[in-house]
Nanobody, 117 residues
Framework: QVQLAESGGGLVQPGGSLRLSCAASGISFSNYRMGWYRQAPGKQRDLVAT???????DYADSVKGRFTISKGNAKSTVSLQMNSLKPEDTAVYYC???????????WGQGTQVTVSS
């Protein structure tokens, strides 16, 4: 059974930092592109950052220079370090695992990030 378990969300003031983590189980982690997406109330789910199986990263323009995605293969985890947070970063953040070769696509349950003073 595939599980993506997110943690690390919460309430932070503008300009602050948070680190999200996602622990993956039930997949061959090294064969997946891992990513973080977010969905604000009333809006569609958007890509935040991805990291490929060979470590290539990609970021939404709105988070470049502020967010960093990384993965720990030994523990099948992917993290998102978020710095200089803004109120517009407020959303539910979802961990994603994708294998395009076999058309596998999995989601975590989401973790709330609220940026507010």
């Amino acid at each position: 059974q595939v599980q993506l378990a997110e943690s690390g969300g919460g309430l932070v003031q503008p300009g602050g930092s948070l680190r999200l983590s996602c622990a993956a189980s039930g997949i061959s982690f090294s064969n997946y592109r891992m990513g973080w997406y977010r969905q604000a109330p009333g809006k569609q789910r958007d890509l935040v950052a991805t990291i490929s199986s060979n470590g290539i990263t990609d970021y939404a323009d709105s988070v470049k220079g502020r967010f960093t995605i990384s993965k720990g293969n030994a523990k099948s985890t992917v993290s998102l370090q978020m710095n200089s947070l803004k109120p517009e970063d407020t959303a539910v953040y979802y961990c994603n695992a994708q294998n395009t070769l076999f058309n596998f696509n999995y989601w975590g349950q989401g973790t709330q990030v609220t940026v507010s003073s």
